[in-house]
């Protein structure tokens, strides 16, 4: 069992970014999988900071440089072992250009052009490079290069690992069985998102998903925030008319939200914790929210720290990861290249 996934070195990671993807993967280290004949294996994990998908919207080179290190430190701070799992940076493994060069020629335009988050961007900018076009290319690149079972991500990521899946199917109808091929090139990757959380919403419009993209620092709390902004940020996110702490996504999207983080970060049920707010103020329960959060993203905060006093010891995991993820990619690559006639 393989699994894949990857974060964007843009903007600033957020609690959105963590309960939807990074805490999923944390889980997923230690998943042991039932294989035929009763065996149990753990999954492979590779995770990884996508470097080349944040270069497809204008950014800031030294910037850029330091937010790759930051989206390191914020996976190892989340309690992902560079032991256990392949953490590295896509732009040190070029197989990733070389496949999503390949399967451009044969990713239909039309399926491009119907993809949600490519209109959602293209519309924000003034000038739309092929790049961003080309994107989605890109990350099943990524993820097709290591053979990949699950991809964990968020909601909005589904529509991109399905065109992935559709790439994968074509490709290996193309190219698979042939003379120059003796099966399947590549495995099939299926998205997975969490039932509760694949969605947070915005602080300050609860009718919108958290983005990093956001103009609003109010509207999502990053894993770097200190006590005192996420005080300030949680005492004043939207809430609802009312005054009942109630799981009412619909009625009431704003105190809904704040329930599901509440949750997620403390492990408790939301019906728990309806009834331990049964009767209180919404500013009660803001405060009792700020102080979990305050606390959970302590080691966030620390790991930052210490990677701005010794920032080697990040580059060293990275190291050692862009060679482990290379020899897998160069296996598949040789296979790719064979079955399309290249040399
Ligand atoms: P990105 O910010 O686009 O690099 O996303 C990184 C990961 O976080 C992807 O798996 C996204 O699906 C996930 N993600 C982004 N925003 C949210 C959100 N508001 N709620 C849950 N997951 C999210
Ligand atoms: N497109 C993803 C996002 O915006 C990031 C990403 C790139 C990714 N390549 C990937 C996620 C491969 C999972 C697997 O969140």
Same mark, same amino acid.
């Given at each position: 069992?393989?699994?894949?996934?990857?974060?964007?070195?843009?903007? =600033?990671?957020?609690?959105?970014?963590?309960?939807?993807?990074?805490?999923?993967?944390? +889980? @997923?280290? &230690?998943?042991?999988?039932?294989? #035929?004949?009763?065996?149990?294996?753990?999954?492979?994990?590779?995770?990884?900071?996508?470097?080349?998908?944040?270069?497809?919207?204008?950014?800031?080179?030294?910037?850029?440089?330091?937010?790759?290190?930051?989206?390191?430190?914020?996976?190892?701070? +989340?309690? @992902?072992?560079?032991?256990? &799992?392949?953490? /590295?940076?896509?732009?040190?493994?070029?197989?990733?250009?070389?496949?999503?060069?390949?399967?451009?020629?044969?990713?239909?335009?039309? =399926?491009?052009?119907?993809?949600?988050?490519?209109?959602?961007?293209?519309?924000?900018?003034?000038?739309?490079?092929?790049?961003?076009?080309?994107?989605?290319?890109?990350? +099943?690149?990524?993820?097709? @290069?290591?053979?990949? =079972? !699950?991809?964990?991500?968020? %909601?909005?990521?589904?529509?991109?690992? %399905?065109? *992935? #899946?559709?790439?994968?199917?074509?490709? &290996?109808? #193309?190219?698979?069985? $042939?003379?120059?091929?003796?099966?399947?090139?590549?495995?099939?990757?299926?998205?997975? *998102? @969490?039932?509760?959380?694949?969605?947070?919403?915005?602080?300050?419009?609860?009718?919108?998903?958290?983005?990093?993209?956001?103009?609003?620092?109010?509207?999502?709390?990053?894993?770097?925030?200190?006590?005192?902004?996420?005080?300030?940020? !949680?005492?004043?996110? $939207?809430?609802?008319?009312?005054?009942?702490?109630?799981?009412?996504?619909?009625?009431?999207?704003?105190?809904?939200?704040?329930?599901?983080?509440?949750?997620? /970060?403390?492990?408790?049920?939301?019906?728990?914790?309806?009834?331990?707010?049964?009767?209180?103020?919404?500013?009660?329960?803001?405060?009792?929210?700020?102080?979990?959060?305050?606390?959970?993203?302590?080691?966030?905060?620390?790991?930052?720290? %210490?990677?701005?006093?010794?920032? %080697?010891?990040?580059?060293?995991?990275?190291?050692?990861?862009?060679? #482990?993820?290379?020899?897998? +990619?160069?296996?598949?690559?040789?296979?790719?290249? $064979?079955?399309?006639?290249?040399?």
């Amino acid at each position: 069992m393989r699994i894949f996934s990857g974060i964007q070195p843009s903007g =600033d990671i957020h609690i959105g970014n963590y309960l939807g993807a990074i805490k999923q993967w944390v +889980a @997923l280290q &230690n998943k042991v999988y039932p294989v #035929r004949g009763g065996i149990s294996n753990k999954a492979d994990c590779i995770f990884c900071i996508v470097d080349w998908h944040a270069i497809t919207v204008p950014y800031n080179q030294t910037m850029l440089q330091r937010k790759i290190k930051e989206v390191a430190a914020i996976y190892l701070a +989340a309690g @992902l072992s560079p032991e256990k &799992n392949i953490i /590295f940076v896509q732009s040190q493994v070029k197989e990733h250009a070389e496949l999503a060069w390949l399967l451009n020629t044969i990713t239909p335009l039309g =399926d491009l052009q119907r993809m949600t988050q490519f209109k959602e961007k293209a519309a924000k900018q003034a000038n739309v490079e092929a790049g961003l076009f080309n994107y989605p290319v890109l990350m +099943a690149a990524d993820i097709l @290069l290591y053979q990949t =079972d !699950i991809v964990p991500v968020g %909601e909005d990521q589904k529509q991109h690992v %399905e065109l *992935t #899946r559709e790439i994968a199917r074509r490709f &290996n109808t #193309r190219f698979g069985k $042939t003379e120059l091929s003796s099966g399947e090139v590549f495995s099939l990757p299926k998205a997975q *998102t @969490l039932k509760i959380g694949a969605k947070i919403m915005s602080l300050t419009a609860p009718d919108k998903k958290m983005s990093k993209s956001d103009k609003n620092p109010q509207a999502s709390i990053t894993l770097f925030d200190s006590p005192e902004q996420i005080k300030k940020k !949680i005492s004043s996110a $939207t809430t609802d008319s009312g005054h009942e702490i109630k799981f009412q996504p619909k009625e009431k999207p704003g105190i809904s939200n704040l329930l599901t983080i509440y949750s997620l /970060f403390s492990d408790k049920s939301i019906k728990d914790l309806e009834k331990a707010f049964l009767g209180k103020s919404y500013q009660e329960f803001k405060a009792s929210l700020s102080e979990i959060l305050i606390e959970k993203l302590k080691p966030f905060r620390n790991k930052k720290a %210490e990677l701005d006093k010794s920032p %080697e010891s990040i580059e060293k995991i990275l190291a050692d990861g862009a060679l #482990r993820a290379q020899k897998i +990619a160069q296996a598949t690559m040789q296979k790719v290249r $064979t079955s399309m006639g290249l040399l």
